[in-house]
């Protein structure tokens, strides 16, 4: 191999399909699935909870063999794979009657982290049914909630693992390309944020966005074993003004480019997107670019 190999953001060189190859061949009688924990291991390959990051271990693995710098031995069994054949969220019934008045009168809210709970149905639902992008399911570390006044539904937010690159956050927070990898972790995005359509209260978006900017990182910590020390999202500029993120203190940082992580082509081919993000700690900085 003369050049590295990449892959999600790793880099393997030729010690390293070296090393993978021996593996195999020391094991002929082990799966795909046993083999790419074994390489876990090896590498201390974890999440920051301790998990093994078996299912992108094997997605390199699949790669390196289609490129033939190894072979696999052949499948076992075909494993079902739960991002292909998800179906969309089934329809649920809720509540639909007009919730009007002053913000005062439908506090205090309750903020559930619904994920791997009976209620993420009922988030899941929400979103394809009254979300203008519908239901997409994330990858990587996600948290789901439901913002309920009472026993009612009034909105849902999902968070997720960062984009790798935004140039104008990236800007912003002055980490290297070596501490955003380190980093990035640390970082959680919008992905998702639902107020209800029936539900019309002055200063409710911003309210919902400042209490979960208190309460996100520590259950990202108990779910994921680490902290929270920046949140952002995209805005979309023909559609939105980003008004309840500038009235939550969030910053505008700039523009995206228009062409996706993964493009070749350096030509936009979609629509533009502001970018806003807020510090969860007046030290953000040193924590996401110190070396400490």
């Known amino acids: 191999m003369d050049a590295p190999f990449k892959y999600?953001?790793?880099?393997?060189?030729?010690?390293?399909?070296?090393?993978?190859?021996?593996?195999?061949g020391e094991n002929p009688d082990d799966s795909r699935w046993v083999l790419s924990r074994k390489l876990c291991r090896a590498w201390s390959w974890v999440q920051p909870n301790g998990t093994l990051k078996d299912m992108v271990c094997r997605s390199l693995m699949l790669e390196l063999h289609r490129a033939g710098h190894i072979r696999l031995p052949d499948?076992?069994?075909?494993?079902?794979?739960?991002?292909?054949?998800?179906?969309?969220?089934?329809?649920?019934?809720?509540d639909q009657t007009p919730v009007e008045g002053a913000l005062s009168q439908i506090t205090p809210l309750q903020f559930r982290q619904v994920r791997r709970s009976p209620e993420e149905k009922v988030f899941n639902s929400l979103i394809e049914?009254?979300?203008?992008?519908?239901?997409?399911?994330?990858?990587?570390?996600?948290?789901?909630?439901?913002?309920?006044?009472?026993?009612?539904?009034?909105?849902?937010?999902?968070?997720?693992?960062?984009?790798?690159?935004?140039?104008?956050?990236?800007?912003y927070i002055g980490w290297s390309q070596?501490?955003?990898?380190?980093?990035?972790?640390?970082?959680?995005?919008?992905?998702r944020f639902l107020i209800l359509p029936w539900v019309r209260i002055r200063h409710l978006a911003s309210h919902i966005l400042a209490r979960m900017a208190?309460?996100?990182?520590?259950?990202?910590?108990?779910?994921?074993n680490h902290p929270i020390y920046y949140l952002e999202t995209f805005v979309d500029k023909q559609r939105f003004c980003g008004t309840c993120y500038k009235a939550a203190n969030?910053?505008?940082?700039?523009?995206?480019?228009?062409?996706?992580?993964?493009?070749?082509?350096?030509?936009p081919n979609r629509s533009i997107k502001a970018v806003w993000g807020y510090?969860?700690?007046?030290?953000?900085?040193r924590l996401l670019a110190g070396d400490a």
């Open 279 to 285: 510090p969860l700690s007046r030290h953000f900085r």
């Open 250 to 267: 969030w910053v505008y940082l700039g523009d995206t480019t228009g062409r996706g992580k993964n493009d070749q082509t350096h030509i």
């Open 129 to 171: 049914q009254f979300h203008y992008l519908g239901y997409c399911h994330p990858v990587g570390e996600q948290l789901k909630y439901i913002v309920y006044s009472g026993k009612r539904p009034i909105g849902c937010l999902a968070w997720s693992s960062a984009p790798r690159h935004i140039g104008c956050r990236d800007r």
């Open 75 to 94: 499948r076992k069994r075909d494993m079902p794979n739960p991002l292909t054949e998800r179906r969309c969220p089934g329809k649920l019934t809720v």
């Open 178 to 191: 070596r501490l955003r990898k380190e980093h990035i972790h640390l970082l959680a995005y919008n992905t």
């Open 8 to 24: 999600r953001g790793k880099v393997l060189f030729a010690d390293d399909i070296g090393f993978i190859n021996r593996l195999i």
């Open 214 to 224: 208190r309460i996100l990182s520590k259950d990202w910590r108990a779910v994921y």
